[in-house]
């Protein structure tokens, strides 16, 4: 009798710990968009061990792991990133209370601000894309633009309505920890993108690649131009009441972080640990005497170099915090 009882509770308590021992609990997790951005992290990093997650698109199915760091690829656009995020953010087979979360991903970026192949660290994320639009041939003809803030009735009119999720507002100390760490990362380069960024007259936009602190703003639709960048802008300024100022555009992030918040509240996540970087793969608007329609289909030099970047200065900054992590665990270390 106390064999049979010793065994049923061995059958019994074995596959609750086998369930326990499957959970991976990476100290980082980098949330890449696609593979071209995902790709330097295989390429770079003993990341052998996959984790399948149901909820996944199937062209990404699982992360890629080792002891210490997770890499996943959402694909592209605000549906896929913020469906992607969910899945494993409030999978039972990762435990990510306890983890650094990297969004590591391509954008277009603003000369003024930086230049092709250069990295830039989020202090807040804002949506571009959550506002009314009327088309530049049916507006009043006072009208500057067709682009209003969600619930007013003329461009630049406070108030209105919002989704919630137009402004995440990042660990301004764990962005700045991740500055200093990374600010000296040796940049990858072209020679193409050196040829193209001397047509620009921006002070930034000709220079060498550099590592920064900004803001960065996100919208499902691929906008390009001048006029398109000055409305965004505008509406950035509107959104932050004049705080921010953007510098890189992408696709995904207000998404991204839109899941992340929600499996915060569900005690998954902690928002404090999340960091995004964003490195120029073009410029978000022509230079002098291009059109934006040239501008947007030209071939700049800065993909290769951008998506080489953002894993240049992601995995710097997730070797820190693994090396250190007795001092990173509890969360974000003083200087």
């Known amino acids: 009798?106390?064999?049979?009882?010793?065994?049923?509770?061995?059958?019994?308590?074995?596959?609750?710990?086998?369930?326990?021992?499957?959970?991976?609990?990476?100290?980082?997790?980098?949330?890449?968009?696609?593979?071209?951005?995902?790709?330097?992290?295989?390429?770079?990093?003993?990341?052998?061990?996959?984790?399948?997650?149901?909820?996944?698109?199937?062209?990404?199915?699982?992360?890629?792991?080792?002891?210490?760091?997770?890499?996943?690829?959402?694909?592209?656009?605000?549906?896929?990133?913020?469906?992607?995020?969910?899945?494993?953010?409030?999978?039972?087979?990762?435990?990510?209370?306890?983890?650094?979360?990297l969004i590591a991903g391509i954008a277009g970026v603003d000369p003024e601000l930086g230049t092709l192949g250069s990295a830039h660290w989020a202090r807040q994320v804002l949506d571009g894309g959550l506002m009314h639009y009327i088309d530049a041939r049916e507006i009043p003809q006072d009208w500057a633009s067709g682009w209003l803030k969600l619930g007013t009735s003329q461009p630049g009119q406070d108030g209105g309505w919002t989704a919630g999720t137009e402004v995440f507002a990042l660990n301004a100390d764990l962005a700045e920890r991740a500055f200093q760490l990374t600010r000296d990362v040796e940049l990858a380069d072209s020679e193409r993108a050196r040829e193209y960024r001397a047509a620009y007259s921006q002070t930034a936009a000709q220079g060498a690649p550099f590592v920064s602190l900004c803001d960065t703003v996100s919208a499902d639709t691929?906008?390009?131009?001048?006029?398109?960048?000055?409305?965004?802008?505008?509406?950035?300024?509107?959104?932050?009441?004049?705080?921010?100022?953007?510098?890189?555009?992408?696709?995904?992030?207000?998404?991204?972080?839109?899941?992340?918040?929600?499996?915060?509240?569900?005690?998954?996540?902690?928002?404090?640990?999340?960091?995004?970087?964003?490195?120029?793969?073009?410029?978000?608007?022509?230079?002098?005497?291009?059109?934006?329609?040239?501008?947007?289909?030209?071939?700049s030099g800065g993909f290769g170099p951008a998506t080489e970047n953002a894993f240049r200065v992601g995995n710097t900054f997730a070797q820190a915090v693994i090396a250190n992590w007795d001092d990173w665990k509890d969360g974000v270390p003083a200087k």
């Open 222 to 299: 691929y906008w390009h131009g001048k006029i398109a960048a000055e409305m965004i802008e505008n509406h950035v300024a509107q959104l932050s009441a004049g705080k921010a100022e953007y510098c890189t555009s992408q696709m995904e992030d207000n998404a991204t972080l839109t899941a992340l918040s929600r499996a915060a509240t569900a005690g998954r996540v902690d928002l404090d640990r999340i960091a995004v970087l964003r490195t120029a793969s073009n410029f978000d608007r022509q230079h002098d005497g291009q059109t934006a329609a040239e501008s947007l289909g030209a071939n």
């Open 1 to 101: 009798m106390k064999f049979s009882t010793a065994l049923l509770t061995a059958l019994l308590v074995s596959p609750v710990a086998a369930m326990a021992q499957d959970v991976t609990t990476p100290k980082i997790l980098v949330i890449t968009m696609f593979d071209g951005e995902t790709r330097p992290w295989l390429d770079n990093l003993d990341l052998s061990e996959t984790v399948t997650i149901a909820g996944l698109p199937e062209s990404a199915p699982a992360l890629s792991c080792n002891d210490d760091l997770c890499v996943m690829t959402t694909t592209m656009g605000f549906g896929n990133a913020a469906s992607s995020v969910a899945a494993v953010a409030l999978s039972d087979k990762v435990d990510l209370s306890g983890s650094y979360i």
